[in-house]
């Protein structure tokens, strides 16, 4: 009898094993050939359940994207009450590498810049859209009143996803602890978020 695989979790160990190799081969080395061998399996270790390079990485995207809703959500809960506590740790949060973030934010921007078709392009774009709404909720909460709040947001989310580039294109020059400093003393120029008030240690 064959055996049984449960199919969400060999799509799991697929996701991980593509991170895996992008993370050191960068997303073109990312075959279904190269993460079939990293599961120590034939090809059909990986076509059983997904059928095209396009669908490999999407399925890699998925799978990292719902780990970032459960680490934000972590780290959001003991200060969700507290819009400046809140937008302090959404910035650290945003600007922490661990795991397999800088391999995810290889192939985010490798699907960026293909502005694929394939349903990635949407995904990311509905990622973009949560995060920059949660940025901008708690800079409402926090501008003066005659400011611009939602330039101040959009400033603030610009220098969170110009980390992410930064990062991946060189991350010695830019680590994680570099951009979370940079990044919160804007924040704290714009509106008063007092950098130094909390020691709280980041999820990501």
């Not at 502005?115 to 909460?141: C, F, K, M, P, Q």
Request: proline share 4%; glycine share 4%; hydrophobic share 40%.
């Amino acid at each position: 009898m064959p055996i049984e695989v449960d199919a969400a979790a060999r799509l799991d160990q697929i996701a991980e094993a593509t991170l895996r190799v992008a993370d050191r081969e960068r997303p073109a080395g990312v075959t279904i050939r190269a993460v079939a061998a990293e599961l120590g399996g034939s090809t059909t270790v990986v076509t059983n359940y997904i059928k095209s390079r396009a669908d490999l990485l999407l399925n890699a995207v998925r799978y990292e994207l719902a780990a970032w809703r459960r680490e934000h959500a972590e780290a959001i809960a003991e200060v969700q009450d507290d819009p400046r506590s809140r937008l302090r740790e959404e910035i650290r949060w945003s600007t922490t590498t661990l795991h397999n973030d800088r391999a995810a934010r290889q192939i985010w921007l490798d699907l960026v810049s293909r502005a694929s078709s394939d349903g990635a392009s949407e995904l990311l774009r509905d990622d973009a859209a949560e995060h920059y709404e949660n940025i901008r909720t708690d800079v409402a909460d926090l501008a003066p009143a005659d400011s611009d709040s939602d330039a101040i947001a959009d400033g603030i989310y610009l220098a969170i996803r110009g980390f992410y580039f930064a990062t991946t294109e060189d991350p010695e020059q830019w680590p994680p602890q570099r951009a979370a400093h940079a990044i919160l003393k804007i924040a704290d120029l714009l509106v008063g978020l007092d950098e130094g008030s909390t020691t709280r240690k980041p999820k990501r």
